[in-house]
């Protein structure tokens, strides 16, 4: 019989023996690499590092290794690695003891990854320059993302972080401590510095593992309390990734004085806003940021709903639906560059108002001079720096004062550079004004359009006290077409052009309001003894023809059964002035007649209304003259003779309804246009 080793072919037993001495090589290798005295290699290794990256490197006390098949656990027992010459902090690192898991493989392609990373009592000093160096990239030059390492999990007893990025205007100092009675948060933080010229504080707790890049690992908890200026933030909840919050899952309290003033901070362009206090569940998944159940207030105004912020896009871009049960009016202010008012900025606990709002009620005198339209100019950048689509329903609106609002929605589309309201729709005195702004910012000054229709306005709503004196209006329908450049609503509207108009068909009103009007002062006696009586509204138009600001009046009419009174003057919305005349033509004959043309001029910030003297002061010397002769003579110069011309309010109508001069037709064609694709 043969052995077995005979039955094997000679060529393979030769494979075989080959295998086994290769085996037997690995194998008294690996004895002699574990048995090593790797500490021998200190220094070699200290002045190695120290060469590569051009600063100075020491392992103070001793060096050990643990030689796995894919990663090796190195030991430092004491350890310095100094920064760059440029940076503040003299040590990137210096620690009482280091211990990291080192993937071997990877740094044959140039690559630094350490699954783990254990330091005890650090002190680490991180920095940042405009220019992309940085002390934790290991280069020479400090700006070569490549020789940055990654690291998974880290765990620190303890010990102090500093970190310095002038050009973000950051300096943040961190200190940790460690307590093992403290549940599954043992390790506690406290943070200060300044953070974009505001004072910054935090403090909170996390797990005593702190996953960095540590993707399918499971989340471990935090919490966080911080403050910057007036901003506050509470929040906890759990995250898989520290180094980008990926997986986050927290829910937070929020309270500020601005949302616009997080653009820095989030990169996201909210509106600017009343002070605000808000809360909800925030996450994140890959570059996807969301906002759950959102909840709160703006200045007096409720706010609910949901958002997404994704950042996978070339251009981020924001959505989500918003809800109020109540919107006040006081809180429209900042969204179109007004400041909040007292109301607004008094109404969120914990956040204190603006400096000017304080000082605001101090203001006894109007100031002719002060400008009425909002002058705050538009952010290109942040109009740029996202896309957006977010839908807005305000259930009901309160504190309308002059203007009687009833509920409004709002979709808000931004892309590529383009604002647009689009659908914007407002309850207004049982009516509607309904239509679409928008704004261009891809262009400097902005080209800014606002086409809105107004319909069934109820007059007996609209005009301020008007019910007192037993009127009834009809409805209101007209319409705002507006187009023009500019930098902010002042700069938009004083160069503006379009057509504005506004019309009403028949109804009833107070005739001692149009006596009063008319400056009649036997009918106002009359009436006073006998009682007032409504009398007949036939039409009414307000029409401007609106040419790089200035409105022109073409159709000022109201036409009544006893009285037309015909207007004609302009308003220039560049420097907020008007002057307009309005002229009575009775139907009636009375005694103590003082009608002369009524005339309103000033500033918007100062109006005023008052009589033509020329008229009056002739009718006046009339009456003089003739009370010289006999004093009951006098009367005859304040006798009314009437009628006046009944006005066709076929023609007056038709007039209101189209502008009359071809920049307000041009402007206002141009308002109406929808850009290619509906934009």
Not at 94 to 104: L, Q
Not at 117 to 130: C, R, T
Not at 224 to 231: V, Y
Not at 640 to 668: H, I, M, N, W, Y
Request: proline residues 6%; contains cysteine; aromatic residues 6%.
């Amino acid at each position: 019989m043969q052995t077995a080793t005979a039955a094997i072919p000679p060529r393979r037993r030769i494979w075989f023996k080959l295998g086994a001495i290769a085996l037997g090589v690995l194998a008294a290798l690996w004895l002699a690499l574990a048995l090593f005295p790797w500490d021998q290699l200190r220094e070699p290794l200290n002045r190695y590092v120290s060469e590569r990256t051009g600063r100075k490197f020491e392992i103070t006390r001793r060096l050990d290794v643990d030689l796995g098949w894919r990663v090796a656990t190195v030991s430092f027992d004491g350890i310095e690695f100094a920064n760059p010459s440029w940076a503040r902090d003299p040590y990137l690192v210096r620690a009482e003891r280091a211990e990291f898991d080192i993937r071997f493989w990877q740094l044959l392609a140039r690559r630094i990854v350490l699954p783990r990373l254990v330091l005890s009592s650090p002190s680490i000093g991180l920095q940042m320059e405009e220019n992309g160096r940085r002390t934790w990239a290991l280069g020479k030059d400090g700006s070569d993302a490549g020789t940055v390492p990654n690291i998974g999990l880290i765990q620190v007893d303890g010990g102090t972080v500093d970190f310095l990025a002038t050009s973000l205007d950051v300096d943040l100092h961190a200190a940790f401590s460690l307590d093992s009675s403290r549940g599954e948060m043992p390790l506690s933080y406290e943070i200060k510095g300044r953070y974009r010229s505001q004072p910054l504080t935090a403090s909170g707790r996390a797990g005593n593992v702190l996953q960095l890049n540590a993707a399918g690992q499971p989340p471990f908890p935090i919490e966080i309390d911080l403050k910057a200026g007036q901003t506050r933030l509470k929040a906890h909840g759990t995250v898989v990734e520290l180094a980008d919050l990926d997986g986050l899952d927290a829910e937070f309290e929020m309270r500020g004085q601005n949302l616009g003033r997080l653009y820095p901070a989030l990169g996201i362009a909210l509106p600017q806003t009343p002070p605000y206090a808000l809360s909800g569940n925030l996450r994140k998944k890959a570059s996807l940021w969301e906002v759950r159940g959102l909840n709160g207030r703006l200045g007096l105004s409720d706010i609910r709903g949901d958002m997404q912020f994704d950042k996978s896009q070339k251009v981020p871009h924001l959505g989500g639906t918003l809800r109020s049960r109540v919107m006040d009016m006081d809180d429209l202010g900042p969204f179109i560059g007004l400041p909040p008012t007292a109301r607004s900025a008094n109404a969120v606990d914990g956040v204190a108002p603006p400096p000017a709002i304080l000082h605001a009620g101090k203001r006894k005198q109007v100031d002719p001079g002060r400008r009425v339209l909002p002058d705050a100019t538009l952010d290109f950048e942040r109009l740029r720096a996202m896309n957006a689509d977010v839908t807005y329903t305000a259930e009901r609106i309160q504190n309308v004062r002059e203007l009687p609002m009833d509920k409004g929605s709002v979709q808000v589309t931004l892309k590529d550079g383009v604002l647009a309201l689009d659908p914007l729709e407002l309850g207004v005195a049982s009516g509607r004004i309904a239509g679409a702004i928008r704004i261009d910012a891809t262009q400097n000054p902005a080209d800014i359009r606002a086409s809105l229709d107004i319909r069934a306005m109820q007059l007996s709503r609209l005009i301020p006290k008007v019910e007192t004196l037993k009127t009834s209006f009809g409805r209101l329908d007209g319409r705002i077409n507006l187009s023009g450049r500019g930098n902010s609503v002042a700069h938009w509207l004083g160069g503006a052009s379009g057509d504005v108009a506004a019309i009403t068909g028949r109804g009833q009103f107070s005739n001692l309001l149009l006596e009063f009007l008319g400056l009649d002062g036997g009918e106002i006696i009359k009436f006073l003894l006998e009682g007032d009586h409504n009398v007949e509204l036939r039409c009414a138009a307000v029409a401007f023809d609106v040419d790089k600001g200035v409105m022109n009046g073409r159709s000022l009419v109201l036409a009544t059964s006893d009285t037309v009174f015909n207007a004609g003057g302009h308003i220039n919305l560049a420097n907020e002035s008007m002057d307009i005349v309005v002229k009575q033509q009775p139907k009636d004959m009375s005694i103590l007649a003082l009608r002369t043309p009524l005339h309103l001029h000033g500033t918007f910030a100062a109006p005023k209304a008052g009589v033509e003297a020329g008229p009056l002061a002739a009718r006046g010397a009339a009456a003089l003259a003739l009370a010289a002769i006999n004093p009951l003579l006098a009367l005859a110069a304040t006798v009314e003779t009437g009628p006046g011309k009944d006005a066709d309010c076929t023609e007056v109508l038709a007039e209101a309804k189209k502008p009359s001069s071809r920049a307000a037709a041009a402007g206002a064609a141009r308002a109406r246009q929808r850009p290619p694709g509906g934009g």
